[in-house]
């Protein structure tokens, strides 16, 4: 599994609505609108499309950053840490 992460973005409720419809079990909120997203076999844009953030969408564009996470180091919650461990050693058995 990919994991990404989605901030600096301008409208976090279109954001968290868009999680919970299409990521409702395979994300992870930091906190500080700061979204970490696991998902097998699509994009970045699709991706960002969509948790809200891409022109494709009917009601509009809001802004945002999504990135793959391929390396990761900080001070936050252990459960974050274990959950991108999780999700990045998951290889769909």
């Known amino acids: 599994m990919q994991v ?9 409720q279109r954001v968290k609505a868009g999680l919970d419809k299409y990521y409702r ?3 992870y909120d930091a906190g500080g609108d700061v979204f970490f997203i696991a998902t097998d076999g699509e994009t970045t ?3 960002a499309t969509k948790i809200g953030l891409g022109d494709e969408n009917e009601d ?3 802004s945002g950053i999504v990135v793959p996470v ?3 180091w900080g001070r936050q919650s252990i459960g974050l840490w274990e959950w991108i461990g999780v999700k990045q050693s998951f290889n769909g058995r």
């Open 70 to 72: 391929t390396n990761f």
């Open 25 to 27: 079990d395979s994300h």
């Open 4 to 12: 990404f992460a989605a901030f600096k973005v301008a409208d976090p």
């Open 45 to 47: 844009r699709e991706l």
């Open 60 to 62: 509009g564009v809001t």
